[in-house]
């Protein structure tokens, strides 16, 4: 299969057109044509020859995500659900900053993408990983996320806006850090100001807690934030709802997060999902406390997403507001968030779900 030409770096790029006999500037018009301009296919890159479009297309796959599906409006959180060429379908979802919900109008978006076809961690409350792992995403398709978006809401640009999307998190399907060199190749072309040019600081990673490649992030120079998803601030009850702490342990994870924050110098976010009976009782607002003030980190609660076909439920909002004062009572910086798209499949991976399943009612291609 031809490589992706949204993976190529620009030496790469640069050597081929080079031995193509292309003036040098020719690359970064192709750059400037994928990542500033955005095209959505190489016709429209109108100022390169119609010869070296050709040969680009000979070379190169161009292949964006295919938009399958969209839920919500353009002032509200929005879901995609992309067909990849393989045929598998991903999510991204798009969130403004302040919904319109309460009449303000917002041009600030972050948009969280996969990173994988499903999952393989199997946390006991997601949609993702109900029907297990399918594959890692290319390198293509985790940067062709961000700029099907962008091309999708070209339209809705206001004058002096060039560009939707502001911030990034790495929180969609999948285990972010289980894609870890695909991911940081993708982040590259997104971060690069020849590429997305999305700074680093805007750029969110999230992982259930994958320690070692923590330590690795750790040990790079990129300036990413970092969130973990934490759901449980004992080994018993994180234990129970998410398979990969009996393989990582708190103390384990909160040693590489130690070696993150020691090397970058920032805070990290322990995302904290409400699960009524599980997770949202006394006994775990003071042991999150001390996680949270040992590696001062900021704590953010969200009320469970209900994902059909799973038990689980979202605390009442007593409950919840009762466990973020517990934890602002002991010092933490915490907030709650009241989930953005609660009524859109806005959970991870069930809107996939949802269609793969009226696709094959059989069961699952394999
Ligand atoms: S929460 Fe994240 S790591 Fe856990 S199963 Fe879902 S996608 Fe995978």
Redesign the pocket.
Known sequence: MLPSLHSVTPTGLQDQLKAWGEPVFRCNQVLDWLYRKRVGSLEEMYNCPKALRQRLGDAYRFALPRCQQVQGSADTTRKYLWRLEDGALVESVLIPANPALYGEASDRHTLCVST?VG?????R?????LDGWKRNLEVHEIVGQLLAIEIHCREELSEGQDRKVNNLVI?????PM?NYDNLMKALDIINAPWGCHIGARKITL???GLAPQIEQLASQPHQYRLAI?LHGATDEVRSRI?P?NRKYPLPTLMQACESYVRAKGKMITFEYILIEGVNDGDDQIQPLARWAQQLHAKVNLIPYNHVEGLRWKRPDVATQETFLQGLLQLGVKATLRREKGHDIDAA??QLRLKVEREEHPQGHPS
């Open positions: 994988q999952c393989a961690y199997g946390c409350f997601c949609a993702s990983g929180m969609g399907m999948g285990e289980a999230s992982t259930s998803s998410m990969v991870c991976g």
